[in-house]
Nanobody
Framework: QVQLVESGGGLVQAGGTLRISCTAAERVSGRFHMGWYREAPGNQWNLLAGISKDGEPIVSDSVRGRVTISRDNSANTLHMEMKNLESGDTGIYHC??????????????????WGQGTHVTVSS
């Protein structure tokens, strides 16, 4: 298990930009894939974007063009920026670190290490 601490989120205006970060307590480069998931109805967590353990970006088609994903290996931190927020982006965002490939959808029991979750509310 990797300890993950998320930051950012909160209240964001529609059309605005969300910036969230996830810091791991240990080295992730070369060891763990990291990604951001968002909770969906039915206990389904959908992958939005991530970085493979080898540094390759992964972006879901659902947010492609709106998301920038990056990882600071020196700080073991994953950053995600999402632009042009809309009401459908409201939800709880979770950071995941996994020794295996990131799954596009996760359901319970969840696999890998997770942060505590950060709430995002898009206001109109």
């Amino acid at each position: 298990q990797v300890q993950l601490v998320e930051s950012g989120g909160g209240l964001v205006q529609a059309g605005g930009t969300l910036r969230i970060s996830c810091t791991a307590a240990e080295r992730v480069s070369g060891r763990f894939h990291m990604g951001w998931y968002r909770e969906a109805p039915g206990n389904q967590w959908n992958l939005l974007a991530g970085i493979s353990k080898d540094g390759e970006p992964i972006v879901s088609d659902s947010v492609r063009g709106r998301v920038t994903i990056s990882r600071d290996n020196s700080a073991n931190t994953l950053h995600m920026e999402m632009k042009n927020l809309e009401s459908g982006d409201t939800g709880i965002y979770h950071c995941n670190a996994s020794p295996r490939d990131l799954l596009p959808i996760q359901t319970f029991p969840l696999f890998g290490s997770w942060g505590q979750g950060t709430h995002v509310t898009v206001s109109s």
